[in-house]
């Protein structure tokens, strides 16, 4: 397999320049790779020989170890790189890092990082390919596209959809690649939270702006909840969690008053009881359990199509076949 496919090119650092082909070929080719988790066994050969480092600077427990069970299924060899107890703590630099990993003769770096612009950063200056696993509060591609996936499985489709993100936008590199996906796949975007918590400029990403959670979910086919990134915070964002609950939550008596079958999508970790109830996620509405499942296809996808395989192969990949 080529490293350097036309198709992807070399990274993956966001979805904000991707074409509605990609989107839609990456999710196509995803499809195709949910059966493996399905089998027995649950590895194919796709990339054997391939060396991937997954190097987190942020903690992580979904994207770290959804992306190890698509390495391991694709049968590539991982090493997993935390900031605390390396020598990113002793002082070394992300360059200086990479290179020395360079040396070690790896294929792919997955990284998550605190600084917007870290994972374009890093794909500037080394050979190998990047995901970006998550930077600031820039993009976080792989779940905008597992979110994606997600909705046109239970929706059937993408263009022409009503989807409202509601929650924390401001602090949110999740929000921005939904919308960025949303918008280039054809569906109608909305953002929903508190004045404090929505970015200065929201119109301009191309999004509806709407003031109350009531009025999101009449609009909306789908609700895509996120959470208060209480780490990113400092006081005064909003009064307490319980107002912000009883202004801004997630309800099944909203949902109701509403009177329509909406879909509920949450990126997870969840603050139950905060921004959405235990009975939402937990209920008939709620996908979560199911963006969960495609978060490991998806990711398949990605490292596949990025380590140059073909997206008309990919069903003959998924038998062990051609790439």
């Known amino acids: 397999m080529s490293p350097t496919p036309a198709f992807l090119g070399k990274d993956l ?12 070929t990456i999710l196509d ?22 060396t991937i480092v997954n190097l987190f600077f942020e903690a992580s427990t979904r994207t770290r170890i959804s992306f190890e069970f698509a390495e391991k299924r694709l049968s590539a060899d991982t090493v997993n790189i935390v900031a605390a107890g390396s020598s990113l ?4 630099t992300l360059v200086d890092t990479a290179r020395n990993l360079e040396a070690m ?8 990082h605190g600084s917007s612009g870290a994972a374009q950063f890093l794909a500037d200056r ?65 953002v929903c939270g508190p004045p404090t918590l929505m970015p200065p400029a929201a119109t301009e990403l191309g999004v509806r702006v709407f003031t109350r959670v009531e009025e999101a979910i ?17 006081a005064g964002y909003v009064p307490s969690l319980r107002e912000y609950n009883r202004i801004w939550g997630v ?52 490292l596949y199509l990025l380590a140059g395989g073909q997206p008309e192969k990919a069903e003959a990949a998924k038998q062990g076949g051609e790439t």
């Open 126 to 190: 080394i050979p190998s390919n990047v995901i970006n696993a998550g930077d600031g509060r820039h993009e976080h591609p792989t779940q905008g596209l597992l979110d994606l996936l997600t909705i046109r499985d239970r929706m059937g489709r993408i263009e022409g959809l009503k989807v409202c993100i509601v929650g924390d936008i401001l602090h949110s590199r999740v929000a921005r690649s939904n919308i960025y996906g949303l918008l280039t796949l054809g569906a109608e975007v909305a």
């Open 29 to 50: 080719t995803a499809e195709h790779f949910k059966e493996i988790s399905e089998r027995r066994i649950k590895k194919v050969p796709v990339l054997r020989h391939k």
């Open 251 to 302: 309800s099944t008596a909203r949902l109701e008053a509403a009177k329509r079958d909406l879909v509920v999508l949450h990126p997870g970790p969840m603050n139950r009881g905060v921004e959405i109830d235990s009975d939402v996620a937990d209920g008939p509405h709620s996908v979560i359990l199911d963006q969960v499942t495609n978060g490991v296809a998806v990711r398949m996808a990605v």
């Open 89 to 92: 703590q002793k002082g070394e």
């Open 105 to 112: 003769r790896i294929d792919m770096v997955v990284m998550r």
């Open 13 to 24: 650092v966001g979805l904000e320049r991707l074409s509605a082909d990609q989107l839609r």
């Open 218 to 234: 009449e609009w909306a086919d789908v609700l895509n909840v996120l959470r208060l990134q209480l780490e990113r915070m400092e």
